[in-house]
């Protein structure tokens, strides 16, 4: 149900499973459209992308980035427009983070290798999620 022009933000610490997340989500978009591809990070390219079809893809990595300047060089803020975007780190965008983002808070659980993950929304475009979400795991407003 995801579609251009919606962000995902993914936040928490080193370890916490972002870059898991993202992989696994454009794994399963690209197998949807039988064109499965190895989804490496974009720890070092900052910029990952895909096609799924008519859908394009970004995965972006911006823990390197140190000013607000080079998240518009790489063309992310034109993607927030045109294409499903993963963004990893999305404190660097400062100003530019999106208002209709979808944010993911990923932390360590208590056990060895469980995770938790908050889900935040401020837009009304992610009510299609509450079903969902309160069928499975409670919505909490």
């Known amino acids: 149900m995801l579609s251009a022009g919606d962000v995902l933000l ?10 898991f997340f993202a992989r696994a989500l454009i794994t399963a978009l690209l197998r949807d459209f039988g064109t499965p591809e190895d ?10 992308t895909y096609d799924a079809g008519d859908l394009e893809i970004w995965h972006s990595d911006l823990y390197r980035l140190s000013h607000i300047e080079e998240v518009e060089e790489l063309g992310l803020l034109d993607a927030f427009h045109a294409a499903l975007c993963l963004v990893e780190w999305p404190d660097r965008l400062g100003p530019e983070t999106p208002g209709t983002a979808l944010r993911l808070g990923f932390e360590l659980g208590r056990k060895h290798g469980a995770r938790a993950v ?21 919505w909490h407003e």
């Open 118 to 138: 908050e889900i935040s929304v401020s837009d009304s475009k992610w009510n299609w999620l509450k079903p969902i979400l309160s069928d499975n795991f409670g």
């Open 39 to 48: 989804i490496p990070s974009p720890t070092f390219t900052l910029i990952q």
């Open 10 to 19: 993914l936040e928490g610490q080193i370890g916490a499973g972002k870059t």
